[in-house]
């Protein structure tokens, strides 16, 4: 059992929108910065999203994030089957002092 | 560029120790804050150990504590794991990671990881 929790699979179809949430609580996304990786199939994971909202160089703006109170969500708009991975969300709990990951999404575009 | 390179994994018994290194280069090895990261085989990401940019702070999962422990040597660039006490449930691939800053911020770069498997 994950301290954030993200729903354990999406699918859209290519060209559309989804959006993948992280409830977390007040001990971590509430009071912290979240970050948001993405694992494509036999890779390592790799940063996608971090302080909420700010992407790496490199990084298309089809991707964003956002947080609200102790939630989180990652968007992706015109969805590519190459997009198609696990997504992980992650943040620093104050209570636990360890960072916490979401249990993952695996995005499947159909 | 940044580069981590993982190593020391492999097949060790129940109960028995193993050590993993990872070789940091393309950045100020010394400036950052180095982390741990696992993935049990089909499951998701697991943190493991955060140590500080010094050395001088380090924080464990519960699920390590007392098992693990994490050191760096700035002047090789080497972070290390030290893991006592394996059990069947530390299988996994352990991955470094870089922090983004001295303590700990972001996961911005991945090592290719390291797979351990603790078996009879």
């Known amino acids: 059992q994950s301290v954030l929790t993200q729903p354990p699979s999406v699918s859209a179809a290519p060209g559309q929108k989804v959006t993948i949430s992280c409830s977390g609580s007040?001990?971590?996304?509430?009071?912290?910065?979240v970050s948001w990786y993405q694992q494509l199939p036999g890779t390592a994971p790799k940063l996608l999203i971090y302080?909420?909202?700010k992407r790496p160089s490199g990084i298309p703006d089809r991707f964003s994030g956002s947080k609200s109170g102790t939630s989180a969500t990652l968007g992706i708009t015109g969805l590519q089957t190459g997009d198609e991975a696990d997504y992980y969300c992650?943040?620093?709990?104050?209570?636990?002092?360890?960072?916490?990951f979401g249990g993952g999404t695996k995005l499947a575009v159909l | 560029q940044v580069q981590l390179g993982e190593s020391g994994g492999g097949v060790v018994q129940p109960g028995r120790s193993l050590r993993l290194s990872c070789a940091a280069s393309?950045?100020?090895?010394?400036?950052?804050?180095m982390q741990w990261v696992r993935q049990a085989p089909g499951k998701g990401l697991e943190w493991v150990a955060v140590?500080?940019?010094?050395?001088?702070?380090?924080y464990y999962a519960d699920s390590v504590k007392g098992r693990f422990t994490v050191s760096r040597d700035n002047s090789k660039n080497t972070l290390y794991l030290h893991m006592n006490s394996l059990r069947a449930e530390d299988t996994a691939v352990y991955y470094c990671?870089?922090?983004?800053?001295?303590?700990?911020?972001?996961?911005?770069?991945w090592g290719q990881g390291t797979l351990v498997t603790v078996s009879s």
């Open positions: 990671v870089k922090d983004s800053k001295k303590n700990v911020g972001y996961f911005d770069y």
């Open positions: 393309g950045f100020t090895f010394s400036s950052y804050g």
């Open positions: 140590i500080s940019y010094d050395g001088r702070n380090a």
């Open positions: 007040s001990s971590n996304i509430g009071n912290n910065y």
């Open positions: 302080e909420n909202n």
């Open positions: 992650g943040t620093w709990d104050n209570s636990l002092s360890g960072w916490v």
